[in-house]
């Protein structure tokens, strides 16, 4: 087994040679003259935005009988990433595992060529037949395994990896069970995706700046090969109001939450009601959060908290190219140091998050990732009851 330090190592060196095999899988079983398929062109695309993570898009050499055994009608796809070190074994890197959605043959030895996003569809196609009503009392990560489990079976596992208690009170759902999810999820600062290996996971969403996982700089054994930086306020805001809008009537009165650092570039003031004149140049910009799900002051307040930490501050996106390496995942923390803009200018680090990451299955591609910057350290912010 490599150690995950002996492989950043690795991966800057450049001393690697990756390659990607596909299996197909049936009812948990491998498809029979569909295992160690070897793409010839497409990616992998992990995103860090809600519902479905990860994308799988690839072309197969042409093969007898491989169309028709790769049909959309169940069958699973299972990608790995195989990482040879120089003087060492190979790394295995799961990939995900994704649902063939479509697939298309050009006739005349043409390859096969398929889109597969990962399991979340299968969620979204199970849409309720009737209205679904709240498991009352029951906690939302709770609540979220229940949804998974109808579309998916009783046996699929589920891994949660929050401490978050938050219960859910009682609501109805009427046709979107992945939409029920992503409520549910949001409300309690989660993400709920499908990983690597293709376990239903519920995560915290990440509130604050932490050790980078990846350094991606433009040094003598660095991997950067191109970067495009920009700066803009949009999607920003310094003021978080949390209402209840539950069917039975308001579960809290609204909770505001804001940016109360004076060194923030994005200060809200002491109080941005009572005394709103005491905002920075930034002025004051609220977020809205209306929810049907959460039932006390602490989980709004908490909730506040999560989205004011997202929010704040100044953004900063990056647009990345380089040397590809398997193990890089959205919402990863990167450092990126690009070159000197000129030979006496110091380099500035930045420090951004990984919102999308494309996976190259072609051997000859870059690996492009966009980022943005991480805001700014978690705060106890001000609040009013």
Same mark, same amino acid.
């Given at each position: 087994?490599?150690?995950p ?6 991966i800057?060196?450049?001393?690697v040679?990756?390659?990607y ?5 049936f009812?948990g079983?491998?498809?029979a003259g569909?295992?160690?398929l070897?793409?010839v062109a ?14 799988l898009t690839?072309?197969? +050499?042409?093969?007898p009988g =491989?169309?028709?055994?790769l049909a959309? #009608?169940g069958?699973l796809?299972?990608?790995? /990433? %195989?990482v040879r070190?120089?003087h ?5 890197i799961?990939m995900?595992?994704?649902?063939v959605?479509?697939q298309s043959?050009?006739d005349?030895g043409?390859?096969?060529t398929?889109t597969?996003?990962d399991?979340?569809?299968r ?5 309720f037949?009737?209205?679904?009503p709240?498991e009352?009392g ?5 609540q ?6 109808g579309?998916?079976?009783?046996g699929?596992p589920?891994?949660?990896r929050t401490?978050?208690m ?8 009427e046709?979107d069970?992945?939409?029920?999810i992503?409520?549910l ?10 990983d690597?290996?293709?376990? +239903?996971?519920i995560a915290? =969403?990440p509130r604050s700046?932490?050790? #980078? ?5 433009a040094? /003598? %054994? ?10 803009s ?9 949390v ?9 809290f ?5 804001w940016d109360?650092d ?5 200060y ?9 004149s005491?905002a ?10 209306d929810?049907?799900i959460l ?7 908490r909730a506040g ?14 647009s990345l190219?380089?040397?590809?390496n398997?193990?890089?995942?959205a919402m ?5 140091l690009?070159?000197?803009e ?6 500035v680090l ?5 919102d ?6 072609a ?16 705060i106890?912010?001000?609040?009013t009851?």
């Amino acid at each position: 087994m490599t150690s995950p330090a002996l492989y950043q190592q690795a991966i800057r060196s450049g001393g690697v040679a990756i390659s990607y095999t596909v299996d197909a899988l049936f009812d948990g079983s491998p498809v029979a003259g569909a295992t160690d398929l070897r793409p010839v062109a497409g990616s992998i695309v992990d995103t860090a935005k809600p519902g479905v993570r990860r994308t799988l898009t690839c072309t197969f +050499a042409p093969q007898p009988g =491989l169309y028709d055994l790769l049909a959309p #009608a169940g069958v699973l796809l299972r990608a790995t /990433a %195989n990482v040879r070190l120089t003087h060492r074994d190979t790394v295995t890197i799961p990939m995900g595992v994704f649902d063939v959605d479509r697939q298309s043959i050009s006739d005349g030895g043409g390859g096969v060529t398929l889109t597969a996003p990962d399991k979340w569809r299968r969620i979204q196609r199970a849409r309720f037949i009737q209205p679904y009503p709240s498991e009352k009392g029951n906690t939302v990560t709770g609540q979220i395994t229940l949804l998974i489990k109808g579309a998916l079976g009783m046996g699929e596992p589920v891994i949660t990896r929050t401490t978050n208690m938050t219960r859910v009170g009682a609501m109805t759902w009427e046709q979107d069970r992945d939409k029920a999810i992503l409520e549910l999820a949001e409300s309690i600062g989660c993400w709920v995706y499908f990983d690597r290996d293709g376990v +239903a996971t519920i995560a915290d =969403l990440p509130r604050s700046i932490r050790a #980078a996982d990846w350094i991606v700089d433009a040094s /003598a %054994n660095g991997v950067l090969l191109s970067a495009e930086r920009s700066r803009s306020r949009e999607n920003t805001s310094n003021v978080v109001v949390v209402s209840s809008s539950a069917s039975e009537g308001e579960k809290f009165p609204p909770q505001i939450v804001w940016d109360d650092d004076p060194s923030s570039p994005t200060y809200a003031g002491t109080d941005p009601i009572m005394n709103p004149s005491s905002a920075g140049p930034f002025g004051l910009v609220p977020y809205y959060f209306d929810t049907p799900i959460l039932t006390t002051v602490e989980a709004a307040r908490r909730a506040g908290r999560t989205i004011l930490s997202r929010t704040r501050g100044l953004a900063s996106q990056v647009s990345l190219g380089q040397v590809p390496n398997p193990a890089v995942d959205a919402m990863d923390a990167l450092d990126v140091l690009p070159p000197r803009e000129r030979y006496d200018t110091p380099r500035v680090l930045e420090r951004h998050v990984a919102d999308t990451v494309t996976h190259p299955l072609a051997l000859d591609s870059p690996q492009n990732i966009e980022g943005r910057s991480t805001r700014t350290e978690d705060i106890e912010a001000g609040l009013t009851v």
